[in-house]
Nanobody, 126 residues
Framework: QVQLVESGGGLVQAGGSLRLSCVVS????????MGWFRQAPGKEREFVAT????????YYSDSVKGRFIISKDNGKNTLYLQMSSLKPEDTAVYYC???????????????????WGQGTQVTVSS
């Protein structure tokens, strides 16, 4: 059984930083495309960032490009999202996601991901 468990969310002032972690069990991240998505109150879930199975390719939404960095540690089977220069509009529940297909291509579409964490709340105050 594949499980994804996020942590690291919290309350931070605008301009601050947070690092989210997503520990994966039941599947190795070394051959898995993974991503981060977020959902703000009253809004649809949106793509934040994705990383290829090799870790060599990353894509970001325009709203976070230059401020967020996605990475993974194969040894710890963990996905990360380093968030800097946070803005109030970054407030949302953040979800990590993993594909069930090994060696697939990174994607910004939620439909391409099969496993999801429970989410971690990030709140940025102005």
């Amino acid at each position: 059984q594949v499980q994804l468990v996020e942590s690291g969310g919290g309350l931070v002032q605008a301009g601050g930083s947070l690092r989210l972690s997503c520990v994966v069990s039941g599947r190795t991240v070394s051959n898995t495309v993974m991503g981060w998505f977020r959902q703000a109150p009253g809004k649809e879930r949106e793509f934040v960032a994705t990383i290829s199975w090799s870790g060599g390719t990353t894509y970001y939404s325009d709203s976070v490009k230059g401020r967020f960095i996605i990475s993974k540690d194969n040894g710890k089977n963990t996905l990360y999202l380093q968030m800097s220069s946070l803005k109030p509009e970054d407030t949302a529940v953040y979800y990590c996601a993993a594909s069930a297909r090994a060696f697939s291509n990174p994607s910004s579409s939620a439909d391409r991901y099969d496993y999801w964490g429970q989410g971690t709340q990030v709140t940025v105050s102005s």
